[in-house]
Structure formats: structure tokens, C-alpha cells
């Protein structure tokens, strides 16, 4: 089941502004990248799992999630 997530434009924002502040005043560019796409995987797993994984590895949810967005498409 997909379940829909919300990302508000201040949530977004927020998001953006993080990864500048990373990128420029902490001058880590990786970093900043690094967060973005983790944020984009958690943002994608939580609309497959929005109870969390207990118990459940990180092998096993990639799998699931490749499962789910091609039953999806």
C-alpha cells in the first residue's frame, strides 16, 4: 500500500536552506548532497512504511520497496 506524504513549501524550504547552510558556510558539498538524498530515500520509504521498519533490514525494505513502486507503475 502507498500511503501519500505531505511536504509543505516551508518544509521544502527548510530542506533547501539545510543543505545550503551544509554546502556553503560549513563548505562540505558532499555533505549537503549526502542529506539530500538521504531526506529523498526517507521521504520515499515513508510513503511505503509510515509505521517505521522494526525488525525489518535495510536489505528487506530496498527489496520491498522496489516491489511496491513496480506494482505502482
Known amino acids: 500500500m502507498q500511503y501519500s506524504i505531505t511536504?509543505?513549501?516551508?518544509?521544502?524550504?527548510?530542506?533547501?536552506?539545510?543543505?545550503?547552510y551544509i554546502k556553503y558556510h560549513l563548505e562540505n558539498?558532499?555533505?549537503?548532497?549526502?542529506?539530500?538524498?538521504?531526506?529523498?530515500?526517507a521521504s520515499r520509504?515513508?510513503?511505503?512504511?509510515p509505521k517505521g521498519y522494526r525488525g525489518i533490514s535495510r536489505k528487506a525494505?530496498?527489496?520491498l520497496e522496489k516491489t511496491a513502486l513496480n506494482m505502482i507503475s
Open 7 to 20: 511536504e509543505t513549501d516551508e518544509s521544502i524550504s527548510d530542506v533547501i536552506n539545510l543543505a545550503k
Open 29 to 41: 558539498p558532499k555533505a549537503a548532497e549526502d542529506f539530500v538524498d538521504i531526506y529523498d530515500t
Open 45 to 49: 520509504e515513508l510513503s511505503i512504511f
Open 61 to 63: 525494505v530496498k527489496y
